[in-house]
């Protein structure tokens, strides 16, 4: 435990051996921060235990939304990779399990040295994320990509997408 404590002394400028050794505890402080960003939105979200194919739940209306989330700590670069299959604890002999489309409805990817999640509802395994300009210019970004995507997945009817913008009425999403 000292010694977690001791490397994580500096989150999240912690050296690569610190990262890798404690990378579970990685993972969770990306939840908790996804976990953190929704309820400051106003979504009542969990954070689920281990052996699931999901991280969090949220509830939005009557529906509960499913989301993975993978962390990075990030580097010096703008742009970083995710992976989106299961951890180390989901590989079979023959490699790494895949995930199944109906496993989740999002996923968020989390670049803690950012600060930044950014979210998708794609069933592609592989992203590059790099932090939008229009993210440092809205502090709503995030938020706006969040609730967008719930639209597309269908968590949201078009009224409760633009009440939630604030311009109930207007056409169609726009998934700035």
């Not at 404590?5 to 890798?20: M, Y």
């Not at 939105?41 to 949220?58: F, H, K, R, S």
């Not at 995507?149 to 207007?170: I, M, N, P, T």
Request: charged content about 20%; hydrophobic content about 40%; some cysteine.
């Amino acid at each position: 435990m000292i010694a977690r404590q001791i490397a994580f002394r500096h989150f999240p400028h912690i050296d690569k051996d610190a990262a890798s050794h404690f990378g579970c505890h990685i993972g969770l402080i990306g939840e908790h921060l996804v976990a953190a960003r929704l309820i400051s939105w106003g979504y009542n979200t969990i954070v689920v235990g281990n052996n699931l194919p999901y991280d969090l739940i949220t509830e939005v209306g009557h529906q509960t939304v499913r989301i993975q989330v993978k962390s990075k700590l990030g580097g010096n670069g703008d742009s970083w990779t995710f992976d989106l299959t299961p951890s180390s604890a989901g590989r079979t002999k023959d490699g790494p399990n895949r995930y199944a489309r109906t496993d989740f409805h999002l996923a968020a990817l989390v670049v803690l040295r950012m600060g930044y999640v950014s979210f998708t509802a794609s069933a592609a395994r592989s992203f590059e994320v790099r932090i939008p300009t229009a993210r440092m210019l809205d502090p709503d970004y995030e938020r706006h990509q969040f609730e967008a995507l719930l639209f597309d997945v269908g968590a949201l009817s078009k009224e409760q997408f633009h009440a939630l913008r604030g311009h109930v009425g207007a056409p169609g999403p726009d998934h700035t």
